[in-house]
């Protein structure tokens, strides 16, 4: 059998293709991913606008396509924060699945935090012990608490790295925002209790990863399951506060039309690690798509649901 996830993002667009046997796991077939910034302008205006939603209609098409020439029986796509806090986001979502041929299914942030953890699990398992993924998207950020693998509390902030790109702030008064709004925002289960193991998921991390290890090529088996340190965030932060989008953009490992949105993912990320009182984090491949496949595999191993969406 062979099925497709797409995951619809604020900033990119993720296309996973798989073949499954009767056994566990699959075997990829192909994955790529597309930066086309759906969020653009949307924190400002409410809605999506009209470029933003024309380049990643193009997209998941071309992906939807791809999914059909390999033989793909099922096209699982999914949309996360900027469809559903969008003015016109139900209606881009019919228009697409009407274009597609496929459903679009509109993730509430619940929602979003269960598969990601059901990806990371499936990525890193065994995680013992209390266990907090999160994942740094363009419209927010998911943080699911596990222990031994069962949910303990999720929660979706709409803090995201295209909203803060956005923002003319300087960089030490957005981060200074982003510190106080984990504070206020994430519930006493996460900031209180302690944790075994802090997972950072998606592309802030996954490029911080890259660029710690010097990779001149992006490498994902050198990066899934790497450990990254606090001062490793925080030299790359530093190395990259006196360049230019430009010139950021020209480092090897970066995927092009991120330049702009890693400097708000490392204050994200810096924040997180003070919220919980860690020192570091091990870097997972393995997310939201890889969850929307494991679900779709194994409905059975479903994490706890309904889950709290603070």
Do not use: K
């Amino acid at each position: 059998m062979r099925l497709a996830a797409v995951d619809l993002g604020t900033n990119t667009v993720r296309l996973l293709i798989v073949e499954a046997g009767t056994g566990p796991g699959w075997r990829a077939l192909e994955q790529t991913q597309r930066v086309t910034r759906l969020g653009e302008g949307l924190a400002a205006s409410g809605r999506l606008s009209e470029a933003a939603m024309t380049r990643t209609a193009e997209t998941v098409i071309e992906y939807a396509e791809r999914a059909a020439r390999l033989g793909a029986g099922r096209v699982l796509i999914v949309g996360t924060s900027a469809v559903r806090e969008a003015a016109n986001g139900a209606a881009f979502a019919a228009a697409l699945a009407s274009a597609t041929g496929h459903p679009l299914r509109v993730l509430s942030g619940g929602e979003e935090a269960r598969l990601t953890l059901q990806g990371v699990l499936w990525g890193l398992a065994p995680l013992p012990g209390a266990v907090v993924v999160f994942d740094i998207g363009g419209g927010s950020t998911e943080f699911v608490r596990a222990r031994d693998g069962a949910v303990e509390v999720a929660v979706s902030l709409r803090l995201g790295a295209v909203p803060l790109a956005e923002d003319r702030a300087p960089a030490a008064a957005v981060a200074a925002r982003v510190r106080e709004r984990l504070r206020r925002e994430l519930p006493p289960a996460i900031l209180g209790s302690g944790v075994d193991r802090l997972v950072g998921t998606a592309g802030t991390v996954t490029t911080l990863a890259a660029l710690d290890q010097g990779l001149a090529v992006y490498d994902p088996a050198r990066v899934h399951g790497y450990t990254l340190t606090r001062g490793a965030v925080e030299r790359q932060q530093g190395r990259l506060a006196p360049l230019s989008i430009a010139e950021i953009g020209q480092l090897p490992c970066l995927e092009p039309g991120r330049a702009d949105l890693i400097g708000p993912g490392i204050a994200i990320t810096l924040a997180v690690l003070d919220a919980l009182g860690v020192e570091s984090l091990v870097v997972s491949e393995y997310g939201l798509r890889e969850g929307i496949v494991a679900e779709a595999l194994e409905p059975g191993r479903r994490l706890d649901t309904p889950l709290p969406n603070a």
